[in-house]
């Protein structure tokens, strides 16, 4: 229950009631509290600009160019904390200059393509080395990454090409003596199947058959026979 003040009870001729036994609530949480103090300790700074979004992959099954830069890439970062802070460093704290967490998104990223120049393993990774290592990374990754698989497609499978053969007898309608197909793998035109024609068994031609004909002899031995 919340105490009620009797300060009128004091002085009653001052409507106010008596200012020494009047309970007010303080301006300060306490004595020595002055918010104007700190006024001076305000913080100038701006706020840092967000960082990029990093791509989103999606699973995958690791292959030998993954497995080739993964342990690329843990003897390089043991022999980078060698270099810059002894064996020591790298007996009691491990390799200090990449996490794993680290070296897994690059494996994951280079599989899928995703990192091509430093900004780009920056932003995938968030790794702190990356403008002090990055040149050392992009280069492993060149070395050890998964070929692109239009590089791989274009070196397996030639393009197709139309033969000038097949031009001709296109040119030359339904009456030339064979049907091609259209495109040749190799665009040699004595290697192009030719498509199966129909053959009349009335006179033996091919080109057309007995009922649908302008062949004489056709229409004779199909309606004689009907």
């Not at 070929?147 to 040119?171: C, F, K, N, Y």
């Amino acid at each position: 229950v919340p105490l009620e003040s009797d300060h009128r009870e004091c002085n009653d001729s001052d409507m106010s009631g008596c200012p020494r036994c009047n309970v007010t609530s303080p301006t300060t949480c306490c004595d020595i509290h002055d918010p104007s103090a700190f006024s001076s300790f305000g913080s100038q700074l701006p706020k840092p600009s967000r960082a990029s979004q990093r791509s989103c992959l999606p699973k995958y099954t690791k292959g030998k160019y993954d497995y080739k830069l993964e342990e690329a890439l843990l003897d390089w970062r043991e022999d980078k904390t060698v270099a810059i802070y002894g064996w020591a460093c790298l007996n009691d704290h491990g390799a200090v200059v990449m996490t794993s967490a680290t070296l897994n998104r690059i494996v994951d990223c280079a599989h899928h393509q995703k990192i091509q120049t430093c900004q780009d393993l920056k932003r995938e990774t968030g790794w702190m080395n990356s403008d002090r290592f990055g040149d050392e990374v992009l280069n492993l990754i060149q070395q050890h990454a998964t070929p692109t698989m239009a590089t791989s497609l274009l070196v397996s499978t030639p393009l197709r090409r139309r033969g000038a053969a097949i031009d001709e007898e296109l040119a030359a309608g339904p009456s030339s003596s064979h049907f091609t197909t259209i495109f040749s793998a190799s665009g040699d035109s004595s290697n192009i199947p030719t498509k199966c024609r129909s053959r009349c068994s009335a006179c033996g031609q091919e080109g057309h058959n007995s009922e649908y004909s302008t062949c004489i002899i056709c229409h004779i031995t199909y309606f004689a026979s009907s």
